[in-house]
């Protein structure tokens, strides 16, 4: 007995779009674009670069030309965690820095400075110069910055971030600081006539040194006067250049 003939339909000559198949495709080429858009167009490249440091507009240096590099790199994709490594390991004067993406293209910084041990002030001036433990410049700042101050006539040639390269100031800062650190209440030094005169935060009297002399004899000369409440109540002047020192009263 015969089969009978079977129906195959014909093909298409077209190719059906549904509902199905148009929502999910839009949704993907939707998700594409996005993630081009975001990741890969210009539109979120880093065009603006805020930048602040101790509260106060980043002064020009290699800090801002470090900064300045990451201009052009998408701000989704940029790697803040790097440019905070290189600002805080690198020559530079950076304690902290804080990093804020702001949409489209701007990228907001806050630093601050390594803390300050010495300070440089010129005579007349009104700043006070302010310097790390590596005798880097950190900034000038309009208020006393409560460390030992070497106070000098003016000018000196000084840049952000470097260190003085004049021997005289280096050691007159050196000097400052050991001075801090045997004499609590040491505030400033001051070259006057070739002479080194120390001031001292609580009281009114000042001392004398002589830079061409035995420092550390002197120094230890004016220990010992400042020790005796006595000796030096109502003292004007110590001067501990020779060696039997000369104290001079009101």
């Known amino acids: 007995m015969q089969s009978a003939p079977t129906f195959t339909p014909p093909k298409p000559k077209y190719f059906l779009i549904t509902s199905d198949i148009v929502i999910p495709l839009f949704v993907i080429i939707l998700v594409l674009f996005c993630l081009w858009l975001t990741l890969f167009s210009s539109l ?3 065009q603006t670069i805020e930048c602040q440091l101790d509260s106060r507009p980043c002064p020009s240096s290699s800090i801002t030309y470090e900064i300045n590099s990451a201009k052009g790199f998408n701000i989704f994709r940029y790697d803040t965690k790097n440019l905070v490594n290189r600002l805080t390991s690198a020559d530079f004067t950076v304690r902290k820095v804080d990093v804020a993406k702001k949409l489209p293209h701007t990228l907001h910084l806050e630093l601050s400075s390594v803390y300050p041990v010495v300070a440089l002030q010129l005579v007349g001036g009104n700043d006070w110069l302010i310097f790390d433990e590596q005798l880097r410049l950190i900034n000038n700042h309009a208020t006393d910055p409560n460390v030992p101050t070497v106070i000098l006539p003016g000018p000196v040639s000084l840049r952000i971030g470097v260190a003085p390269t004049d021997p005289e100031l280096r050691s007159a800062l050196t000097l400052a ?22 001031t001292f935060r609580s009281a009114s009297y000042t001392a004398i040194l002589s830079p061409s002399g035995d420092i550390d004899q002197q120094i230890t000369s004016l220990q ?22 000369i104290l001079k009263y009101n």
């Open 177 to 198: 600081r050991s001075l801090a650190t045997t004499i609590s209440d040491f505030k400033s030094l001051s070259l006057d006539n070739h002479n080194l005169i120390l």
């Open 224 to 245: 010992a006067i400042l020790r005796n409440a006595t000796i030096n109540q109502g003292v004007r002047v110590i001067d501990v250049r020779f060696a039997q020192p």
């Open 44 to 46: 979120f490249s880093i």
